[in-house]
């Protein structure tokens, strides 16, 4: 299996970024357009609270950066991800960063400023000038943080630190997606297989065992001849954190993270409890797996292996667009209408080329609609792929068109719920549509996989990323061999008995880019099982919950998160919906026992 060079893919099958600009001669009027906003910001210096117009004035300014700036950079960032060995577009995208280090530098005076303003004072302004009530909430935002609102000197200083704070990701992201390559994976035949980042796993599904085989083994071996570069900026990234945390007066660098999002710390804690109280349930998937590959001995190269006879299907794109509408019509027209604009109008870059970034996103920031980026091959697990991030793409789009700019982006915590929601819906409805138990099983079998990637896996993934951020507290420095004897231990926990960790997978957290994100990952876990809470409500109820569904999906971030959660019918504040979906998972184990 070739990779084509971008080149070779076909227009329509690539994204069009020119609905964002024309041209990159208009980006780069754009890109100079947004460097004269530093000294309009720099004229309000020391005039927050001078008068309501004041305030309102600055804010709107901030309105017109937030626009500009998601559309330059959207559009340079965009244009690197589908070749990041093209150093004119990486350097476009250099060019975005550094304009935005200099505004966020510019601006460092608006939380002091607004933090500064007597509560007499602020409830006057908002009084005698109405319009400034749509900046109520961002206000609060700013003000709720008091305890960790620093001097204009201190948070001008840690402004420009974020020029520099930014490098261990593109350093981490550099390595694993242009410069590290491996070499070619052999089938049981001593047939050549292309391996990368983006075809490890389609590999490791393959039928094939002896090239499931060899493809992990090369990959991790390769890997492993890097650990040491790869832990070095992971670290950094840990270090940053701290830094930040401590620059701010948190007591730990999970509650300087969950903070931004109004997220109460023991949300992550009871999430890890839970899975761990609840991992009789994923050794019993484990020996299920075990006993349907009729193997002696289960190894971490057959966990993507299909297990069920003819699961892996093959699904052209077109098949799995027109499926993933039909199973969406539920959701009404005005949702579907937007699917297909998504298709026709090429808010997608759908398939793997040389030097693409690998995985899939959808990127909301850059109006005037959603990106989405795939590395589509033709199975069930690109459909579900599909429509997870079809699911990010729509709550983009609904809050940005429903909500003020101020309040238009949703916060973290709630990213995984509708793309999630939206795949509950696909399975429903290919479960409602077949007949045929072997079929039955093998839909069962993938939301079964989808469990594991994103409740067990996830919370495995967000355990360890709290082990690194207590090591680093503590004053530890996470050096490779450290790093691969607890991802080891962790893996042979969340396992179980019956799977052999084999010793390349003490490596695997060297090629997660989201221990990058800043303790991002175990929000797919809490909203998996707040999607599947939602789902679950829309095909009962019908369109009393749809109509709940898209208020939330309109929401932004007009309230905190749990609350936005609640207006869908999902109270977030307990543990329940988390041990409501680990219920589910046992009930489909149930389920898929009495099939096969």
């Not at 960790?148 to 550099?174: F, K, Q, V, Y």
């Not at 599904?205 to 890997?223: I, N, Q, Y």
């Not at 007591?251 to 839970?274: F, K, M, Q, W």
């Not at 484990?286 to 966990?303: F, I, P, Q, S, T």
Request: proline share 4%.
């Amino acid at each position: 299996m070739s990779i084509p060079k971008r080149s070779e893919i076909p227009v329509e099958h690539t994204w069009d970024v020119s609905a964002i600009f024309e041209s990159e001669a208009a980006w780069e009027e754009a890109l100079n357009s947004l460097k004269a906003y530093q000294e309009k910001i720099s004229a309000f210096q020391g005039r927050l609270g001078e008068s309501a117009e004041t305030l309102l004035g600055f804010l709107k300014l901030q309105d017109e950066v937030e626009v500009l700036a998601g559309k330059v950079s959207g559009y340079a960032s965009l244009s690197s991800d589908v070749d990041l060995n093209d150093s004119h577009f990486q350097s476009m995208l250099g060019r975005a960063r550094d304009v935005m280090v200099a505004l966020s530098r510019a601006g460092a005076f608006q939380s002091p400023e607004i933090m500064a303003l007597p509560e007499e004072s602020l409830n006057r302004f908002y009084q005698s000038l109405p319009a400034l009530e749509a900046y109520r909430r961002s206000i609060y935002q700013i003000r709720r943080k008091a305890a960790h609102i620093l001097s204009p000197a201190e948070e001008t200083l840690l402004a420009a630190t974020r020029e520099i704070t930014t490098a261990p990701d593109r350093i981490g992201s550099t390595l694993r997606n242009t410069e590290l390559k491996y070499p070619d994976a052999l089938d049981s035949q001593g047939q050549p297989h292309t391996l990368t980042g983006g075809t490890l796993v389609p590999l490791l599904e393959s039928e094939d065992r002896v090239l499931r085989k060899d493809a992990f083994e090369k990959f991790f071996t390769r890997l492993g001849e890097f650990k040491n570069t790869i832990a070095a900026p992971l670290e950094g990234q840990f270090k940053t954190l701290r830094f930040n945390a401590n620059a701010r007066h948190y007591g730990s660098t999970l509650e300087a993270s969950l903070d931004r999002t109004e997220v109460p710390v023991p949300v992550y804690h009871n999430l890890i409890e839970a899975v761990h109280s609840n991992l009789d349930k994923m050794y019993r998937y484990v020996a299920l797996r075990k006993r349907l590959l009729g193997v002696d001995e289960l190894h971490m190269y057959d966990v993507y292996r299909p297990i069920i006879a003819g699961s892996d299907r093959k699904i052209p794109f077109a098949e799995a667009r027109d499926t993933v509408l039909k199973a969406l019509a539920v959701l009404g027209d005005d949702y579907v209408a937007l699917l297909n604009r998504a298709f026709n109008e090429r808010w997608i870059d759908i398939y793997e080329n040389e030097g693409k970034r690998g995985g899939a996103y959808s990127s909301g920031g850059a109006r005037p609609h959603p990106f989405i980026l795939l590395n589509h091959h033709d199975n069930l697990n690109a459909q579900f792929t599909l429509a997870h991030e079809l699911g990010h793409a729509m709550h983009s789009w609904y809050s940005k068109e429903t909500q003020p700019v101020s309040t238009s982006n949703y916060v973290i915590f709630v990213a995984e719920v509708a793309s999630t929601c939206n795949e509950v819906l696909l399975m429903h409805y290919l479960l409602e549509h077949t007949t045929d138990k072997k079929e039955r099983a093998a839909l069962i079998n993938h939301f079964l996989d989808s469990f594991k990637g994103s409740v067990y896996r996830q919370t495995m993934f967000a355990e360890f990323e709290l082990m690194m951020g207590r090591m680093t507290e503590q004053g530890e420095t996470l050096t490779a061999d450290a790093l691969c004897q607890k991802y080891k231990a962790l893996n042979e926990l969340y396992f179980g008995p019956d799977m052999i960790s084999d010793e390349g997978i003490a490596l695997e957290w060297a090629r997660i880019p989201h221990f990058f994100y800043n303790y991002y990952v175990f929000q797919y876990s809490t909203g998996f099982s707040a999607a599947v809470a939602i789902a679950k409500r829309i095909i009962k109820e019908g369109a009393p919950a749809v109509a709940d569904y898209k208020k939330f999906l309109s929401g932004g971030s007009s309230a905190d998160p749990v609350s936005l959660l609640k207006i869908a019918g999902v109270d977030m504040s307990t543990p329940q919906p988390v041990n409501d979906a680990l219920a589910y998972f046992g009930e489909l184990l149930d389920e898929i026992e009495t099939l096969v």
